[in-house]
């Protein structure tokens, strides 16, 4: 298999990025979510962060902590603890070896394990959960409970504190979901994770993802909101579920389906739907907004705070808004002849839509691994109704290449790094390019806007720092172990990154 196949999936987990809400004077603020609550902005609110740091000598670095070989998602912080998804090349525990995905719980304070969710791969189609991709869908905090989709597909709701305080239900069988299909069950301990319960989304809805699940839940009130990755099989060119929903609604406490998009977006993705959701206020009314495997980004009607599943289990659709099209021009019928077509074919959005100031920024463009080379980024009116491809359009703005990041807007400006290495600084309300900086390899995670610095790596295991603002100013590049596949997180005075197989936690004066 060629080496773009191999990596094909892994764009999901990197379309994302990681902020904070307003963080104290002291301590800063936690980061329980992968973007910045609702909007999924891409900027923190952190300050005395470092501009650069060295590994070698230890200069800012508070401690390292070692991944697995394959990590796609910077962490969740939360509660003193650091959440991350990784494989189990590096096993915590002797007892489970072998591919598995893996959920770090480590203490924030020198990032020893305080805890691990372990999860035996799916078996038979390789492109159903892709060997050594690991888990590689961040999870959502909330107190002491974490929101988790597993490299299975399965929504889980987990407690912070492990198996340590005790075996909370109604999930009491922990060992039995650590063990491979056909092994003798684990008995767990308190160095494993305690679920209270679990939602099998390829099972209860009939998706089915392509080489893996990577969804970052989308917390409001009692709902959680994920897309369910559905997509392509192994030959790329059928969709295995067409009438698979791609975005869910379930309830927090009791993981039971609430509602589903019902816009069968399925027969129109030409890889995989990708996108995890935001949401805004518009009117004075909750919008979801949701980027589709079919190149277009959809607004639907937040449920109702009290919503709960249907009769009989039957969940509600979800009331579409509005939807237009990043791509009207693309193909759309027939549309996996385009497979391979690096001139014409089919668009998608792959990072999330980022709400701001009434405004949808977006991402779109031809699939990175099987479609066309053109990309852009989309300015959308989110006041609009109906179909709003030509009524809505505010500005866009032509990429130089595919793009799998979510956009960062902070002052007037927005950050956004595309699949050749470019890193883009726009006006906001214009479109208007202020300047581009090309690293020297691919990027697929996006910009951190944080303590006036733009953060961003590398596929070329480079760190890159520049000073936030219109005229391009490089304030460092750092050599790194090995890739980055994600964008940093800010939270509580310390910048967090992860390349492939380490976990950096700098800060300001560390020796």
């Known amino acids: 298999m060629s ?3 191999r990596w094909s999936w892994r764009w999901g987990v990197v379309g994302l990025a ?53 990590t796609y998602l910077p962490p969740i912080v939360s509660g003193g603890k650091v959440l991350i998804g990784t494989n189990n090349a590096n096993p915590r525990d002797r007892r489970h070896r072998g591919d598995r995905g893996i959920l770090l719980c480590l203490d924030e304070a020198d990032g020893s394990l305080c805890w691990q969710l372990v999860v035996p791969k799916l078996t038979g189609d390789p492109y159903y959960d892709w060997p050594r991709g690991g888990i590689t869908s961040p999870p959502t905090v909330e107190g002491d409970r974490a929101y988790l989709v597993t490299n299975r597909g399965a929504a889980v709701c987990l407690d912070m504190n492990g198996q340590a305080n005790g075996n909370d239900g109604p999930v009491r069988d922990e060992g039995r979901l650590m063990a491979p299909k056909g092994a003798t069950p684990r008995e767990p301990t308190e160095r494993d994770a305690d679920v209270i319960w679990r939602f099998d989304t390829h099972a209860e809805v009939g998706s ?9 839940i989308l917390l409001d009130g009692r709902h959680l909101y994920y897309n369910t990755s559905n997509g392509v099989d192994n030959t790329h060119r059928r969709i295995r579920k067409p009438d698979a929903p791609s975005l869910i609604v379930l309830d927090k406490a009791t993981g039971r389906l609430v509602a589903t998009d019902g816009e069968r977006i399925g027969p129109m993705i030409f890889h995989c739907s990708w996108s995890s959701p ?107 109704a109906g179909d709003v491809t030509r009524s809505a359009a505010i500005w866009s703005a ?22 050749s ?42 760190f890159h720092v520049f000073a936030a603002g219109r005229q391009k100013r490089v304030l460092a590049s750092i050599k790194l172990d090995s890739p980055l596949s994600a964008p940093p997180t800010a939270a509580n005075g310390t910048l967090f990154l992860t390349t492939m197989k380490k976990l950096y936690a700098v800060v300001k004066t560390a020796k």
């Not at 004075?284 to 907004?289: A, N, P, Q, V, Y």
């Not at 902070?410 to 950050?415: A, E, F």
């Not at 890193?423 to 390899?441: N, V």
């Open 18 to 70: 990681c902020v904070v809400a307003a963080g104290g004077a002291a301590r800063g603020a936690d980061q329980p979510q992968w973007g910045q609550r609702y909007s999924r902005n891409m900027v923190s609110a952190e300050t005395n962060l470092p501009e650069r740091f060295d590994p070698a000598t230890g200069r800012n670095v508070k401690w390292v902590a070692r991944m697995g070989s394959e």
């Open 398 to 419: 032509e990429l130089n290449s595919h793009c799998c990041s979510t956009p960062s807007i902070h002052d007037g400006l927005v950050y956004v790094p595309d699949c």
């Open 421 to 462: 290495g470019t890193i883009h600084c726009l006006d906001a309300e214009t479109g208007k390019s202020y300047w581009t900086h090309r690293a020297a390899g691919p990027i697929w995670g996006s910009t951190l806007v944080a303590d006036g610095k733009v953060y961003v790596g590398s596929r070329r295991s480079d």
């Open 208 to 216: 089915y993802p392509h080489d893996a699940a990577h969804a970052s």
């Open 278 to 384: 935001s949401l805004g206020i518009v009117g004075g009314r909750k919008l979801i907004f949701y980027g589709g495997g079919d190149g277009v980004c959809y607004a639907f009607k937040a449920v109702a705070p009290d919503a709960a599943a249907g009769p009989e289990g039957k969940p509600a659709r979800l009331e579409k808004v509005w939807s237009f099209d990043c791509d009207p021009n693309a193909p759309k019928e027939d549309i996996h002849r385009y497979v391979r077509n690096r001139r014409e074919s089919p668009s998608n959005i792959m990072g999330m839509p980022v709400f701001h100031n009434g405004r949808v920024y977006v991402a779109a463009g031809g699939d990175v691994w099987w479609g066309k080379r053109r990309a852009w980024l989309k300015c959308i009116d989110a006041t609009k």
């Open 3 to 5: 080496a773009v196949r």
